[in-house]
């Protein structure tokens, strides 16, 4: 019985951490829409690996364009994907950054043909 409480109390914290992660998460995103430039480039570091998930997803490309379509990904998410992102509309920043990545991804490999 005493571990069966103990297991509950781990499990509340647990969450309780979970949500205390979501919140901050929350406000680092609205301070980023606000224009802080600092959270802003959390939010953008935080999505990092998605940008060279989908960079490293063209074989063919040497290192150096892939660090120039990384930058380019992330310029557009900084100039273009945050100030638009509109957490009212249902999407997650997840979703709505990985969509960015792509595009931005797909408008270097038109440019740069």
């Given at each position: 019985?005493?571990?069966?409480?103990?297991?509950?109390?781990?499990?509340?914290?647990?969450?309780?951490?979970?949500?205390?992660?979501?919140?901050?998460?929350?406000?680092?995103?609205?301070?980023?829409?606000?224009?802080?430039?600092?959270?802003?480039?959390?939010?953008?570091?935080?999505?990092?690996?998605?940008?060279?998930?989908?960079?490293?997803?063209?074989?063919?490309?040497?290192?150096a364009d892939r660090e120039d379509m990384s930058?380019?990904?992330?310029?557009?998410l900084f100039s273009r994907a945050i100030p638009?992102?509109?957490?009212?509309?249902?999407?997650?920043?997840?979703?709505?950054?990985?969509?960015?990545?792509?595009?931005?991804?797909?408008?270097?490999?038109?440019?740069?043909?």
């Amino acid at each position: 019985m005493a571990s069966l409480v103990r297991r509950i109390r781990a499990d509340a914290k647990v969450e309780q951490r979970e949500e205390d992660r979501r919140e901050q998460h929350r406000a680092l995103l609205e301070a980023a829409r606000a224009g802080d430039r600092k959270a802003a480039g959390s939010v953008i570091q935080a999505v990092g690996g998605l940008i060279w998930q989908r960079v490293r997803s063209y074989p063919n490309l040497s290192q150096a364009d892939r660090e120039d379509m990384s930058a380019d990904v992330r310029l557009a998410l900084f100039s273009r994907a945050i100030p638009k992102w509109d957490p009212l509309r249902g999407t997650s920043w997840v979703s709505y950054a990985a969509w960015w990545i792509w595009a931005s991804c797909t408008r270097w490999l038109e440019d740069h043909a």
